[in-house]
């Protein structure tokens, strides 16, 4: 009888067993963790850094691109208030303070009783983030303009603007930036 319950009980396993699949355990794949990189401020170089660094980098980021706005709204607004011979009007007035809006006042100001007309648009060619500061700004830049179709008109004698290369420096006001004020230079090309 013991026999017959040996042969019944692998009879039984083997049964039991022939039901039975493999179970598969699956190991989980790590998930690559990300590595956040950050450029420096003036260079191209990139690091690794954490998520605070990193947002603090692209809130600077966006700073240079507000200024960089601002510089090219201003140069478009100036050319044509002074094509128009008109004096500084609330947009300007909110993008400009300090010194360099004092300036671009007085030359508004002088424009309307000139007797040179403006017309066309300068071009701004390139601006570069510029590791300097200008009596507490909050950052700077250098940028290159040329004449592109600005001329200038006196008693029939026509001229083309010069070609500026200047460093502009932007200070926050009201939670915006606003261009206070520059140092310029005449230059025969924005190449180089």
């Not at 039901?19 to 590595?35: F, G, H, I, L």
């Not at 179709?149 to 008693?155: D, I, P, V």
């Amino acid at each position: 009888m013991q026999r017959i319950h040996a042969v019944g009980l692998l009879a039984a396993a083997a049964l039991l067993c022939s039901s039975c699949t493999p179970v598969v355990v699956e190991t989980p794949t790590p998930t690559p963790v990300a590595t956040l990189q950050c450029q420096g401020e003036f260079t191209e170089e990139t690091h690794p850094c954490d998520q605070a660094e990193y947002d603090a980098v692209a809130a600077r980021d966006a700073q240079y691109e507000e200024a960089e706005r601002t510089f090219r709204r201003v140069v478009a607004l100036l050319y044509e208030l002074r094509s128009q011979r008109r004096p500084m009007n609330d947009e300007l007035s909110g993008l400009v303070s300090g010194s360099y809006g004092q300036g671009v006042e007085e030359t508004l100001h002088d424009g309307l009783t000139s007797d040179i007309d403006f017309s066309g648009q300068p071009v701004v060619v390139w601006v570069t983030r510029e590791n300097t500061s200008d009596g507490g700004s909050t950052l700077a830049l250098q940028a290159c303009t040329a004449p592109g179709t600005a001329t200038l008109e006196s008693n029939g004698f026509k001229m083309t603007p010069k070609t500026y290369r200047e460093q502009l420096y932007f200070t926050q006001i009201d939670g915006r930036l606003r261009l206070s004020s520059n140092r310029v230079a005449e230059v025969t090309s924005c190449d180089g």
